[in-house]
């Protein structure tokens, strides 16, 4: 059994679900994988925390309430638009997505 639990950890691991933060090392090019894939909750779960992590970000003004999938289509539209940048941090990938999706207005 321990060798069960000790698998499956390793698995959601290298997966990049088990730990929070863990996300921070992924590339932007990993999260799109993620956001295609035909069951995209990785994906989802994935941009709801960095969202909550880019809340005080002075240049992105998500909306109070947004769904899920909102966030994924933004992401995968800017990947898109912008393939050369999706080697950094999904972090940083993920900023400069929303911050497009969901400018500030001045």
Aim: hydrophobic share 40%; charged share 20%; glycine share 4%.
């Amino acid at each position: 059994m321990q060798k069960f639990v000790i698998s499956a950890g390793v698995l959601l691991v290298s997966l990049g679900l088990a730990v929070p933060g863990l996300g921070d090392a992924l590339t932007g090019k990993q999260l799109l994988a993620q956001c295609q894939a035909p069951t995209p909750t990785a994906c989802t779960s994935t941009l709801h925390d960095m969202a909550a992590k880019l809340d005080n970000d002075p240049d992105l003004c998500l909306p109070e309430e947004y769904d899920p999938e909102q966030l994924r289509e933004a992401f995968i539209a800017w990947a898109k638009d912008n393939p050369d940048q999706l080697d950094q941090s999904a972090l940083e990938a993920v900023r400069a997505a929303m911050t497009d999706a969901f400018p500030c207005e001045e």
